[in-house]
């Protein structure tokens, strides 16, 4: 695999550009494997590279029923922070902020990681006293965190609406600066990259049909590339956990299915240089500008089960109104694309990484909203896991069994309701 | 957008209602074990296909209603009211 190098570049374009090779290999399924993750989507990908690259290990396959970060890797607004309070889940997104700061030279691809800023716009002071509280807690933990007075926002984010009159005035922002974007996309290729130059074999199109069980272990997943067995299994099919759990004879998840949409609009010289987040009474509202120039944004749940990866169009209105609201500048600019995503909401807004009741069993769920940025400690914890069969201290209570011990790890404070849990 | 066929109403966008959940869901009794009540407050079917769910027509006549919906295609099957004998007592009023 040729290296991804400033001189490689500047080689091949002297050479035609003949000298690259394919970025990862196309491999028959093998009847057997130590270890099969189920699902190549970022979580699974960066799953196998930490199972290969950390903890040595071989002979591994990951399962994709279409193809490789076709899934909410591609549907996603490529949003990364670290703002998370509770205990657990503020070490996890932590160390994944770390992770996304020197993902490009440990993949030897570039993610095009932005830390361009993450702005939560406040317009009261209950706003400002909770998001001091929630800052302060990162900055005790080693993270970064500050409060933007009125004068401060302006002048960094000068296109809001500032106006007296809105029906809610900004009166400041809090603020992650180490926060940004990544490329979506260069996420899952160069996790792919990496994990199959470790020898992981990616195997698209091979759907999980069927799970053999023998003495309280999964013996086989029949495919519709054949039946593949092996010694350890991992599920990371969010979306569609409830559906594989299931189908492994396992009974119910805390989990239901939502779908989630974003948006992208035609490219526009460069407008926005932050992630600006707009939420206050039911408004639910995130921005940011691509590379490309394309204003990408998004907002809340379509508020109904559903595993349809298509959105209704009520919530186009709700989009387009808190756009209005916050970037007026925004009126006139038309709308490229928009999709749609299946999240597992789960009951807490919070993920599991744990073992399960089958003996080499490892659940990978439940990512809510949070799934792209937590993508690499998702790959990194989760590959702990597997090849040491316990977890590590940070995600020892992101297991099925918290709820009975009446631990609930709720960022927002909604109780049991998926769909609360944006 | 749904079209929701209110037995009260009429048809009506999916806008106008609240969506409550899995209607299938039968509560325990209040001195029930912890496990019973975990079940029911916590785990979900999360069916991929024909499910019964709960609406509240909001900005309708306010009413419960048990929906019958396919989750991926989003098909409408049957809609009645939540509370059983709920029309008939409406009719026999009037």
Redesign the interface.
Same mark, same amino acid.
């Given at each position: 695999m040729t290296r991804f190098s400033g001189w490689n570049v500047f080689w091949n374009g002297l050479t035609g550009q003949t000298g690259w090779q394919r970025q990862w290999r196309d491999p028959e399924p093998k009847p057997h494997y130590d270890i099969l993750i189920v699902g190549a989507g970022l979580h699974g990908l960066a799953t196998a590279y930490y199972l290969a690259k950390n903890h040595g290990l071989k002979n591994i396959a990951v399962l994709e029923k279409g193809w490789l970060g076709g899934g909410n890797a591609g549907r996603n607004t490529t949003i990364v922070r670290s703002n998370y309070m509770m205990p657990g889940n503020r070490e996890f997104y932590e160390h994944s902020l770390k992770l996304w700061e020197n993902l490009s030279h440990d993949l030897n691809y570039n993610v095009m990681f932005s830390q361009r800023a993450h702005v939560s716009l406040l317009h009261s002071p209950a706003a400002r006293d909770a998001a001091a509280r929630r800052y302060n807690t990162m900055r005790l933990t080693g993270s970064d965190g500050e409060l933007w007075n009125l004068e401060t926002l302006k002048a960094n984010v000068p296109l809001l609406n500032y106006s007296p009159d809105a029906r809610f005035p900004i009166t400041g922002a809090a603020v992650q600066r180490r926060a940004g974007t990544a490329r979506h996309d260069a996420v899952a290729w160069g996790y792919a990259r990496a994990a199959d130059q470790l020898g992981v074999d990616i195997i698209q199109n091979c759907e999980v049909i069927g799970v053999t069980r023998k003495n309280g272990q999964i013996e086989n997943l029949e495919t519709s590339r054949g039946s593949i067995g092996a010694k350890k299994i991992g599920f990371a099919v969010a979306g569609?956990s409830?559906?594989l759990w299931d189908m492994a004879g396992l009974?119910?998840?805390?989990?239901?299915?939502h779908k989630l949409q974003a948006f992208v609009s035609e490219p526009l010289k460069p407008l926005l240089d932050q992630v600006v987040v707009f939420g206050v009474g039911g408004a639910h509202f995130y921005i940011s500008q691509s590379n490309k120039g394309g204003m990408v944004f998004g907002g809340d749940l379509d508020?109904?089960?559903?595993?349809?990866q298509r959105g209704?169009?009520?919530i186009v209105q709700d989009v387009a109104e808190c756009a209005m609201s916050i970037l007026p500048c925004l009126g006139r600019v038309r709308l490229l694309r928009h999709w749609s995503g299946v999240m597992d909401m789960s009951?807490d807004g919070s993920p599991f990484i744990c073992k399960t009741p089958l003996d080499n069993l490892y659940l990978n769920a439940g990512w809510n909203y949070g799934g792209f940025k937590a993508s690499p400690a998702s790959g990194w914890y989760f590959a702990d896991l597997i090849a040491n069969d316990r977890p590590h201290q940070f995600i020892v209570n992101h297991d099925l069994k918290r709820?009975?011990r009446g631990y609930n790890i709720d960022e927002r404070g909604a109780g049991?309701?998926?769909?609360l849990h944006g | /957008?749904?079209r929701i066929p209110c037995p009260f109403c009429g048809e009506r966008?999916?806008?106008e209602f609240?969506?409550g959940?899995?209607a299938t869901i039968e509560y325990p009794a209040l001195d029930a074990s912890?496990?019973n009540w975990?079940?029911a407050?916590?785990?979900?079917?999360?069916i991929?296909g024909m499910?019964f769910?709960t609406?509240q027509h909001l900005n309708g006549c306010r009413m419960w209603l048990v929906v019958e919906r396919d989750? /991926?295609?989003?098909e409408i099957r049957s809609v009645r009211p939540a509370h059983t004998g709920m029309a008939k007592a409406l009719e026999d009023e009037t």
């Open positions: 569609n409830s559906r009974g119910t998840l805390p989990i239901e299915s508020w109904y089960k559903s595993y349809a209704n169009l009520p009951m709820f009975e049991p309701d998926p769909k | /957008m749904i966008d999916h806008s609240s969506y959940g899995d912890i496990a975990h079940d407050v916590f785990q979900r079917q999360n991929c499910q769910e609406w989750t /991926m295609s989003h």
